[in-house]
DNA sequence: CCGACTGTCACGCAGCGTGAATGTAG
DNA sequence: TCTACATTCACGCTGCGTGACAGTCG
């Protein structure tokens, strides 16, 4: 199962919580490749690729596009030119704090009205 | 503009914060439909209406189908029969709350990742 | 009659779900 | 060899964004 510390794609479902179909997509848009394939083809994941497929997962709810994630990530694992990184970093953190924001506010109203719904059921 | 009580597209946009796009949208899946027309075609809406749209909008963070909000905007409205009225609220009302928890998790979990994001941002 | 607002198509796009038919690992 | 897991198409779906072009309101 583990040649030599690598994962297969089932195996890293399991540990992110994420669809097969989902795993194979962003090998598709270019987000998260697999670092390595068996001589059958079998996708191999290395444990930083599980590492920046949380990263993907845990930005998710902030909405923001799989090429934004591609960038961010990039810069979170230093890939890239050095000066790129930060004005990146800098841009989307910005941008993430403000998501963060919002989706609580949200949050906020979405379990206001579900409080209200259930007096309506419990009625 | 306030031909009787009732609002145009545009200024239910301006107090739902929602895309003149979505409103419409939401009118060609009948979800919230507008209750009447000028004689030239221009979309008027009642208070209800807006009430039924900021029921939609505060729902939206939960990402239940626009058919689902559908269904339980309808039982908010205590349109229906009245025995599938309960079932329905019963049902969304524990997934509703699921959903919220589920939420707040990602929540956390997407504002630790931001908070690493800053570190690695700030040093 | 002008400008701001609104109308209806209709195509485009993201992010996967969902088979179907086939091959690989052990 | 058997079977659990994996592979590649490729079409389908939701929820709008985004013009283009035309009509309405005051």
Redesign the interface.
């Known amino acids: 199962m583990a040649t030599d510390g690598m994962h297969q794609i089932g195996e890293v479902a399991d540990l992110t919580g994420l669809s097969l179909r989902t795993i194979r997509h962003y090998e598709e848009v270019d987000l998260v490749p697999p670092s390595g394939r068996t001589a059958g083809g079998f996708r191999l994941y290395t444990d930083a690729d599980v590492d920046r497929l949380q ?1 993907v997962k ?5 909405r923001f596009t799989l090429d934004e994630m591609r960038t ?1 990530a990039d ?2 694992e230093g890939r890239g030119d050095a000066e790129d990184r ?1 004005t990146h ?2 841009t ?2 910005d941008e ?2 403000g998501r ?1 924001g919002r ?2 506010e ?2 906020a ?6 409080a209200t ?2 007096r ?2 419990d009625r």
């Open positions: 990263v845990h930005l998710k709810p902030l961010i810069a979170l930060r970093l800098a989307y953190v993430a704090e963060c989706l609580r949200q949050l109203a979405a379990e206001a009205l579900v719904m259930r309506a059921a």
